[in-house]
């Protein structure tokens, strides 16, 4: 059974702490994304890697960064955490083709007080 | 960037038949058309995708119109678990990480 993890499901932060997501599939997929969803946006981008050490930019990068070191793990770092990050946070992985479906983990609800 | 509409919400009786439909006037001859349902307190799963042809699987059917400027995924007879929110996107070729997400429709069956 394919899969997509996330390292918490939920985790609970306060402003100006480093936060790490971490993201591991076990597909050998070369594209893995990091997304948030707020209620009323639906999922947004927030940055995508196309390979190892290759990144990114999506919709909303800012306060964001991302590391891929090796091919099934991707993580998304949040610097120093605010207040308006607080939001669910969804990492998916997918083929190299638009024809790919992409396969999402069950997300990370962040909470940053 | 390619985008979709489709209504916030629809409701369905058990064992109907639920057609959600998605407009997507601006689709590109190379947008593969995607469908993924993402039920509570879960990440988003795929359900089916198609280019030009209707498509069928084991979860649901996709029809496409001919100029592709709409599709409507086909819930056969629709279950209690099949009330999820339905995202239709359109999904490049190659630069298929440029994709909208959108709102999509919420599901909701009716025992």
Redesign the interface.
Known sequence: DVKVTQSSRYLVKRTGEKVFLECVQDMDHENMFWYRQDPGLGLRLIYFSYDVKMKEKGDIPEGYSVSREKKERFSLILESASTNQTSMYLCASTGMTGRNEQFFGPGTRLTVL | DAKTTQPNSMESNEEEPVHLPCNHSTISG???I?W?RQLP??????VI?G?TSNVNNRMASLAIAEDRKSSTLILHRATLRDAAVY?CIL???????KFY????TKLNVKP
């Open positions: 190379t947008d593969y995607h993924y307190s879960q990440g988003p799963e795929y995708h280019l995202y999904r490049a070729i190659y630069n298929f990480n997400f959108g709102s999509g």
